[in-house]
């Protein structure tokens, strides 16, 4: 069996590598990776733990890093769709490629979102690529984090994204930050992000979170009404996990919305969570007792669950409250074919 080749900073084939992603030259990039393979025909492990070992900002770099970094598309899509390497890699600090793709380039950053990186994930700093993103007034990227379904207010040494924004005189960022409901009240270090405002001498950010101080309960209905449609664009897509995120943070804003229990319900049905379903759908008949839909989506989280007879009692439920609905009759239908198909086994 051949030796391993020695993974040495100087050897000119690894810096070949670093060039041949930095270029997007897929076809020597795949030929450099053979080369590291040595037909041992694993070439995700020959890449993957390939790093840039220079003291500097670099250090800690992956292939993919790089890549990201200089929005080499075709050598992204090789080793995330055939390698599957893990999209968050990170460097010495803690940092992924998305990190670098959002300061550098947005149409790789997309592509990683697309194919799974963590837009939450933050660096040995705490800090995430929404506080970068607001920090740089990087409005394109910030709204593609929060539509992804980003949390809104991650907290770093220096506080929040919008504390950032803010900070920094970012006045695009901070109404972008406000759009999504950030808390324009949260104190870290004792600075809110007005105080954080008032220190960068931002007029216009200053004016902005003022007169969203005084706007409160307005300003929540438009944003929950924001977040709903988002969660129902992504519903329509197919997207569960993104839209389950965003009725989540609609419902911080609205609790007592039995409609968003109801979908974030259908989300966790279509991803296969019944017990999560089984949740939203109970806390959605207790606020709407007479809601047909409510017992509908009870009926189908327990039939995920094979309670068959429980969700047979729930489809008839709400076949009474609306004798037309053919959906549930149907639902009903099978509920107790299952549960007839379910007994005769045991009886066996």
């Not at 324009?184 to 405002?197: D, E, I, Q």
């Not at 977040?227 to 129902?232: A, C, H, R, Y």
Request: aromatic share 6%; proline share 4%.
């Amino acid at each position: 069996m051949a030796s391993r080749r020695p993974r040495d900073v100087r050897d000119p084939v690894l810096d070949m590598v670093f060039q041949a992603a930095s270029d997007d030259n897929l076809p020597l990039f795949k030929a450099l990776v053979m080369v590291l393979d040595m037909g041992r025909g694993c070439p995700k492990e020959a890449i993957e733990g390939l790093r840039v070992e220079e003291a500097g900002k670099l250090q800690g770099f992956s292939a993919l890093h790089i890549a990201a970094t200089r929005g080499s598309l075709r050598v992204c899509r090789y080793l995330v769709e055939e390698l599957l390497i893990d999209v968050d890699l990170v460097d010495k600090e803690g940092r992924t490629p998305l990190l670098f793709a959002t300061y550098h380039n947005g149409g790789t950053a997309e592509y990683l979102l697309d194919h799974g990186a963590d837009q939450d994930k933050a660096n040995n700093d705490g800090i995430s690529l929404l506080h970068y993103a607001a920090e740089s007034g990087n409005c394109e990227m910030l709204e593609l984090f929060l539509a992804k379904g980003a949390y809104v207010d991650p907290v770093a040494a220096h506080g929040t994204p919008l504390h950032g924004a803010a900070g920094e005189g970012q006045y695009g960022a901070v109404k972008i930050l406000l759009d999504h409901n950030a808390d324009y009240n949260k104190m870290v270090n004792g600075v809110t992000p007005l105080m954080a405002a008032r220190d960068a001498n931002s007029t216009e950010c200053i004016k902005l979170l003022v007169k969203v101080q005084e706007e409160p309960m307005l300003k929540r209905e438009i944003v929950a009404s924001e977040l709903i449609s988002l969660g129902s664009i992504s519903l329509k897509k197919k997207d569960y996990a993104v839209a389950a995120k965003l009725y989540s943070r609609a419902m911080q804003l609205d609790p007592d919305d039995a409609v968003l229990f109801s979908d974030r319900s259908l989300c966790w049905l279509h991803m296969g969570d019944g017990r999560k379903a089984l949740l939203d759908a109970n806390k959605c008949r207790k606020m709407r007792p007479h809601w047909p839909k409510a017992c509908r989506r009870q009926g189908e989280a327990l039939m995920l669950l094979k309670d068959y007879e429980g969700a047979s009692e729930r489809f008839l439920d709400g076949l009474k409250l609306d004798p037309v609905d053919t959906d549930i009759e149907d639902a009903l239908r099978e509920a107790m074919k299952s549960l007839k198909t379910s007994r005769s086994t045991k009886a066996r």
